[in-house]
Structures are given as structure tokens and as C-alpha cells.
């Protein structure tokens, strides 16, 4: 299971299974103040479950045997995707969650009628290395590292490269590298000369580390409000991948996310969630050379949370 490669012919493929509900979400540019390069918006926001993950997610489970039903392992956004596919057709869904996802990604969960099972993040991590866990079976639809998921993300790459043809540089939340690698990878068969790099954040910044170190090291890992990005570590079947289709990560405080969110708020009329901000934080930085497309990977952001980086502050 472990990706070595992700063909553009694979990608080429899940565009074309993916189902009718998956939309080809806007691309748009954002008036801003800075003297950087134009940057864009691809807002995988406004997707039917707020996020991106319904590409992969359908792309994995697309002709699949669910006889024995499906499970996944994911903070939030591909629990949705996994259950609101596993209800589309009929099948018996379980998602197993760290203790720190949000509750707004919790109810959503639910509503698509899944079995939640909540876990200490250190527990739901050892899932996501070893991809499995006692008493589920089925499908196991890995949020990261399964090749189906990889290409239907790439398909991302391909409507950018469509909507946007002179892109410069394209910048990827990095939460475990399917979306960034994904969308590498069709830019890379498509378009070469276009750079793509990953968004992290100063509390969780794994691949910055792997790139210093040649190598996955572990690192400290503090929990804030970027939910959907983030680990101790990047997994080792991903580096291979990651390091050789990125070009390197661009590491934001959170202070930088939330000016971020509010300006995509205030100028696009979008709400995003930290880890989609934290792509636009980075192409914000003035670093690349532009266009520029951040891409807003989901906006499923707990109403608390966006009260408090509206009136100004930066949520712990």
C-alpha cells in the first residue's frame, strides 16, 4: 500500500469516476494589501462536506467490494468524506478519531450516520502507521498513504493547471502529504515548472524538519486550532513521495493564520478552516514567485473558533 508513485494517468482516471456531487470548486483571486506576487484561491471549501477529502475518498472507494463495510482513521475531514460515501451507498462506516478533533467535524460525522470512535491522539496515530485496528475490518480507507486517495487528489492539480494556466507556484496545507503529493504529482506530469510547496504551522512542523534532516524526525507537536495539519512526525512511507514532488515546506505562526483567515473572510467572502488559512498565510509571505494558488482545503471550522479570529485574536 505504501505509494512509490502516483501516474497521471491514474489521476486522468479518478477525474473521471469521481461522483457527480464532487464539484469542480472555484479558483479565485484575492484583493490583498501586500506588495508580493497575485496570489488565488482554490476553494475546496465549498465541496458538499466543506473540504477536499470527498476526491480521494470516492476515488478509493470507487468499484470497491464494501461487503464487510468501511472504515477510516482521520481528525475530521475524511471521517466526513468516508461516511457521506459509505452512506451514498448504503454500507456500514466506522471512523476512529483523535480526542482533539473539533466538534463541528464530530457532528458532521454523525449526521452521516458513522460509529465515532474516540481514541488519545497518540492511540489514533499508531492507526494511522499501522492501519489497523482491533475490531474493524472492511474497506480501510487510509487518509493519507492509500494510492486511490493520492490520485484523487491529484485531480485538485488538474483543475488548477485548467483554471489558472500561467500558475507560478501552488502552496498545499501539509497535513500527512496525499493532497500536497497528489497535486504534485498531476503538476509535475502537466505543467513541470511549477513549484509546489507545503503550508505548516510553528506548532507542528514535521516535513520542515525531514527536509533539514533528509529524513522523517520526530518533533514536538502542540495542538492549536490548525486541527486539520499537523503531526510528531512525517510517516515514513510518505517521505519517499513528499521529498521527492515538494519543494520544501513554508512554516507560519498561528498569528499568521488568523490574519490569514480573516482576510479570506473579509476580502473573498470565504470561511476557512486553520489548515486551508494556513496555504494563504504562506502564499501571503511574498517568498514565491506568483501567480501564486493556496489552496483552501476545507472550511469546517467550529463556530467559537471563527467568533475569536474574527474579533481579532488568535485562538490557542
Not at 24 to 46: C, F, N, Q, Y
Not at 162 to 184: E, K, W
Not at 273 to 284: H, I, P
Request: hydrophobic share 50%.
Amino acid at each position: 500500500m505504501t505509494p512509490v508513485d502516483v501516474p497521471i494517468d491514474a489521476i486522468r482516471a479518478a477525474h473521471r469516476v469521481l461522483p457527480p456531487e464532487v464539484v469542480r470548486t472555484p479558483l479565485i483571486p484575492l484583493p490583498h494589501d501586500g506588495s508580493g506576487p497575485a496570489v488565488h484561491l482554490k476553494l475546496e471549501t465549498l465541496g458538499p462536506i466543506g473540504s477536499f477529502k470527498l476526491r480521494g475518498a470516492g476515488n478509493a472507494l470507487a468499484g470497491a467490494d464494501l461487503t464487510s463495510g468501511v472504515w477510516t482513521a482521520s481528525a475530521g475531514n475524511m471521517a466526513q468524506a468516508v461516511a457521506w460515501m459509505a452512506r451514498a451507498q448504503g454500507v456500514a462506516c466506522s471512523v476512529v478519531v483523535p480526542d482533539h478533533a473539533p466538534d463541528a467535524k464530530l457532528r458532521a460525522i454523525a449526521r452521516f450516520g458513522a460509529d465515532v470512535i474516540r481514541v488519545p491522539f497518540e492511540r489514533w496515530w499508531e492507526v494511522i502507521v499501522s492501519h489497523t485496528f482491533d475490531g474493524l475490518d472492511g474497506r480501510f480507507v487510509h487518509p493519507v498513504c492509500d494510492p486511490a486517495v493520492i490520485a484523487g487528489n491529484g485531480t485538485v492539480g488538474l483543475e488548477i493547471l485548467d483554471q489558472c494556466p500561467d500558475v507560478a507556484a501552488v502552496v498545499v496545507p501539509y497535513g500527512g502529504g496525499g493532497l500536497s503529493s497528489g497535486i504534485a504529482a498531476a503538476l509535475r506530469a502537466e505543467a513541470p515548472h511549477v513549484q509546489v510547496f507545503a503550508a505548516e504551522v510553528t506548532t507542528a512542523a514535521p516535513l520542515a524538519a525531514a527536509f533539514v534532516a533528509g529524513g522523517p524526525v520526530d518533533v514536538d507537536h502542540q495542538p492549536s486550532f490548525v486541527d486539520g495539519i499537523g503531526s510528531g512526525r512525517v510517516l515514513d512511507e510518505m517521505w519517499p513521495l513528499v521529498s521527492s514532488l515538494l519543494e520544501g515546506s513554508i512554516v507560519v505562526g498561528l498569528d499568521e493564520v488568523a490574519a490569514a483567515l480573516r482576510l479570506v473572510v473579509q476580502r473573498a467572502r470565504v470561511v476557512a478552516e486553520g489548515a486551508g488559512a494556513a496555504a494563504v498565510a504562506a502564499a501571503l509571505r511574498g517568498e514565491l514567485d506568483g501567480p501564486v494558488v493556496a489552496v483552501v482545503s476545507g472550511g469546517n471550522i467550529d463556530a467559537d473558533v471563527l467568533a475569536e479570529v474574527l474579533a481579532g485574536r488568535t485562538p490557542a
